[in-house]
């Protein structure tokens, strides 16, 4: 276990999981019946024949959450290591990250406020 | 008898004796190693599906007796079976390939939610000692593994063909990352008292569960993990009432089955991360410590099936309100009043 460097473990974890599923599926194909019909291979959408091409045009607003998760996602990483010193540090790295979070506190009022966090 | 308390010892003589049959055998070493280390995750992966199936059945058993019904019956004794019987049927069905599918990417995007979950799943200290994955950033990486299914359910919703699929992932996916936030940031007062991102360290640290000293940012974990594995009262994208199944509407057979293991297996890691973070992990008197992980595990899973039958389905607008507007800045609080706690002491 501890022999192998950890990151050939996640290696070999991958390996052996990607193969165990793919034992599934492959015993779930020799054993199941295989009969696909035109009709079986419609999009279910519950009866109703369907409209249009799938990929359909999404709202705006999925971008928006995606760019301010990307902002707030950043910024956790950059505070776990402050996390990790912070009892170190003391009372300067505390004042230094309320600054940070400051900052991204306004940027989060702000597309509060600009209505980004809305879902409409 | 004594492994039952100290199953690292049990591994270190098969790994030990798995070495020297290695030797006897004339191979390398290091093929004895990534033998043994590939053996480890298969039984791990093993141990996934058994706690999958006792946590189906156990939910569906919960449900039954909060709703004053009695839940499976019929197959096996008190319908123990019938998660087996479940499996069998998913196995024996046709696993159909839509015609308006992405095939390649319809036939992955089970491969990469579930591997998600399971990499996630091994860095998990499971006792003292026995902790299959063990990075001194062993909490970032966890939390990293486990990321991607988004991008598994995103694979699913957009290549299955079906434009309720494709709404139903894009959902999940905006709901998945937006409780990303508060979640870490309520991990990040743990680790600003442990001071180690090291999963074992921070388990020793705890002297008493962190729950006592950061009861808020236990609560925010809660509600953030619970609305990160899609459940109810957070399961806007899967909806049965409004929309089919979302992203796994035109799943059938073994891959929907896939879809199903990884919905557990993610909620197995949350708690049991919530566990090791703010319960104390495996640390408890008289029972080993395995047992105690799987106990207090356990007991925030229950809270994820009571949830379910509690609360009624938020509106999508109420669910981004609450990620943003509520838990966001109540994690941002919690982080500076620890922090100030911690600068006065």
């Known amino acids: ?120 | 008898m004594n492994y039952i308390y100290a199953p690292a010892e049990l591994i270190t003589r098969l790994h030990d004796g798995l070495l020297q049959l290695t030797v006897w055998a004339g191979l390398p070493l290091v093929l004895g190693e990534v033998f043994g280390t590939a053996l480890v995750m298969l039984g791990l992966f093993a141990g996934c599906a058994v706690v999958v199936m006792v946590l189906v059945y156990a939910e569906r058993k919960i449900a039954g007796h909060m709703q004053a019904r009695l839940g499976p019956m019929r197959v096996g004794w008190h319908g123990v079976l019938q998660v087996v019987a479940d499996t069998i049927k998913l196995l024996l069905k046709e696993t159909l390939i839509p015609g308006r599918a992405e095939r390649g990417l319809y036939r992955a995007a089970p491969y990469v939610v579930f591997l998600s979950g399971f990499l996630a799943l091994i860095a998990l200290p499971l006792d003292r000692d026995l902790v299959p994955l063990r990075l001194n950033l062993g909490l970032i990486y966890l939390l990293a593994a486990g990321t991607p299914g988004v991008i598994g359910i995103l694979m699913a919703g957009w290549s299955s063909g079906n434009k309720y699929s494709l709404l139903g992932g894009m959902r999940s996916a905006a709901q998945m990352i937006s409780y990303e936030v508060p979640l870490l940031l309520s991990i990040l007062g743990v680790v600003m008292i442990a001071q180690t991102l090291d999963l074992p360290t921070l388990v020793e640290a705890q002297r008493v569960p962190y729950i006592v000293l950061q009861p808020l940012a236990f609560l925010i974990f809660l509600v953030a993990a619970v609305a990160e594995t899609n459940r109810n009262p957070f399961d806007i994208p899967e909806a049965e009432s409004e929309l089919t199944a979302g992203f796994h509407t035109e799943y059938g057979g073994i891959r929907f089955a896939y879809f199903f293991l990884s919905e557990y297996v993610h909620m197995f890691v949350l708690s049991a991360l919530g566990a090791t973070l703010f319960l104390g992990g495996w640390r408890g008197p008289l029972l080993p410590g395995w047992l105690w992980l799987l106990v207090k595990t356990g007991a925030i899973l229950f809270v994820f099936f009571w949830f379910r039958w509690t609360f009624p389905r938020l509106r999508a607008d109420q669910l981004m309100d609450l990620g943003w507007k509520v838990l966001l800045p109540l994690a941002f609080i919690n982080i500076l009043v620890t922090g100030l706690i911690l600068v006065l002491i």
């Open chain 1, 1 to 120: 276990m501890e022999h192998v460097g950890p990151y050939t473990t996640i290696v070999i974890a991958l390996a052996v999981g990607f193969l165990c599923l793919f034992a599934g599926v492959l015993i779930s194909w020799l054993l199941s019946p295989h009969n696909p019909t035109p009709l079986k291979l419609e999009p279910y959408e519950c009866g109703e024949p369907t409209v249009g091409p799938a990929r359909v045009r999404l709202r705006t607003m999925f971008y928006l959450f995606a760019l301010v998760f990307v902002i707030f996602d950043v910024e956790v990483i950059f505070l776990f290591p402050w996390a990790v010193a912070f009892r170190e540090l003391g009372l300067f790295a505390f004042l230094e990250m309320l600054a940070f979070i400051g900052i991204l506190l306004l940027g989060l009022a702000y597309a509060w406020r600009k209505g980004a966090l809305t879902w409409r």
